[in-house]
C-alpha cells in the first residue's frame, strides 16, 4: 500500500524571497567600511587595500556560483571580520564545489605574487602593500581550517561525510584560532575563535539527530523535495526529542503555524548529495596548486628584491 495510506502529507516548505542581492552586498560594505573607520580612523589606505582584496576574493567565489546557477547568490561583508558569499543548489558537485571554493583564494595570491614583483621593478610602495595583503589574507584563508576556504576543501577531499570527525576538525580550529588570537593579543581573531565555537555546538546537535535518524534507517540524504512523507514524520520526532523548546513552540500554536516552522527545521537536517565527480588528476592538480600557493613567498624572497620597501 502507498505510504499516503499511513503518513500524513508532509508541509510544503516555504522559502521566503530574498532580498535584493546587490542593496544587501552594498549596505554590509558601507558598514563595513564605516566601522572599521571608527576603529582605525587614520589607517584609510589600509582599508582601502582591504576592501580591495576581500572585494575581488570574494567576487572569484560569486562569479563562479554564478556559472554553476547557484541560486540567490550575493555577497555580504560582515565588519571586523571579513566577507563571504552564499547561494545554494539543489544538486552540488564535487567538481564545482572545489572551483567555487578556490576560485577566491587561488586568483588572489597569483595578483598578490604579480603586484609584488611588479611593484618592485617600479618601486611603488602602495603597489607592494596591496601585493603584500593580496598574499597575506589569501594564503591565511587557505589554511585547512574551518570555515576558511582551506578548511571547505580539506573537508570535501574527504571520501565519506564522516560527520564525527569533522565535529571534531570544526573544534580544533577554533581552539586553534583563540589561540592564535591570544598569542598576537587580538580580541578580533578571539571574537572569531568563538564564534567558531558555536558551529562546533550546531555541528555536534546535528550529528546527535544524524546518529538517532540512521538508528531509525532513515535517508536523510536527499532533498526535502524527494523526501518521503514517512522520513519526514520520523525527523520531525527525533528533532522533537532533541529540542524541547520545539515541541513547546508546537503544542502553543496553531497546525497552519507550526507546519512551516517544522518544514523549516526538517529541511535544516537534510544533507543534501554531494556528486563525487572530481577525478583523481583533478585532485592532484588541485592540491599541487594548494602546495604552491604556500610557496609562493618563499619563492618571491629569493627571486624579488623588496629590501627597499621595508627601508623606505
Known amino acids: 500500500m502507498d505510504e499516503f495510506d499511513f503518513y500524513p502529507q508532509k508541509p510544503d516548505l516555504v522559502e521566503q524571497e530574498p532580498k535584493s542581492g546587490l542593496s544587501l552586498t552594498i549596505f554590509s560594505l558601507v558598514l563595513f567600511v564605516m566601522i572599521f573607520l571608527f576603529v582605525a580612523g587614520d589607517e584609510v589606505n589600509f582599508i582601502v587595500h582591504l576592501v580591495t582584496v576581500l572585494l575581488i576574493h570574494e567576487m572569484g567565489h560569486f562569479l563562479t556560483m554564478k556559472l554553476f546557477k547557484y541560486k540567490n547568490v550575493r555577497m555580504l561583508f560582515v565588519p571586523l ?92 580550529s577554533s581552539v586553534f584560532m583563540i589561540g592564535v588570537g591570544w598569542f598576537f593579543d587580538s580580541y578580533i581573531i578571539i571574537a572569531f575563535g568563538f564564534f567558531m565555537g558555536f558551529r562546533v555546538r550546531a555541528l555536534q546537535k546535528k550529528f546527535q539527530v544524524h546518529k538517532d535518524l540512521s538508528q531509525e534507517e532513515v535517508n536523510y540524504s536527499t532533498t526535502y523535495k524527494l523526501l518521503s512523507n514517512k522520513d519526514f514524520v520520523k525527523i520531525k520526532n527525533v528533532l522533537i526529542q532533541h529540542t524541547p523548546a520545539l515541541k513547546k513552540y508546537i503544542d502553543q500554536v496553531t497546525t497552519d503555524e507550526s507546519d512551516p516552522v517544522i518544514a523549516s527545521q526538517v529541511n535544516n537536517v537534510l544533507v543534501t548529495p554531494l556528486k563525487r565527480d572530481a577525478s583523481m588528476l583533478f585532485r592532484v592538480v588541485l592540491l599541487l596548486l594548494w602546495v604552491a600557493a604556500f610557496l609562493t613567498p618563499i619563492a618571491l624572497f629569493f627571486f624579488v628584491d623588496i629590501n627597499w620597501y621595508f627601508i623606505a
Open 81 to 172: 571580520m571579513g566577507a563571504f558569499v552564499q547561494g545554494v543548489k539543489t544538486n552540488y558537485s564535487q567538481k564545482e564545489s572545489f572551483i567555487v571554493t578556490s576560485a577566491g583564494p587561488f586568483p588572489g595570491v597569483a595578483i598578490g605574487a604579480f603586484l609584488v614583483w611588479y611593484s618592485s621593478q617600479v618601486e611603488s610602495n602602495w603597489m607592494m602593500t596591496l601585493g603584500l595583503m593580496f598574499l597575506l589574507l589569501n594564503i591565511i584563508n587557505l589554511l585547512p581550517l574551518d570555515p576558511l576556504d582551506g578548511g571547505q576543501m580539506f573537508k570535501m577531499f574527504m571520501r565519506k561525510n564522516h560527520e564525527l570527525f569533522l565535529m571534531i576538525f570544526a573544534f580544533i
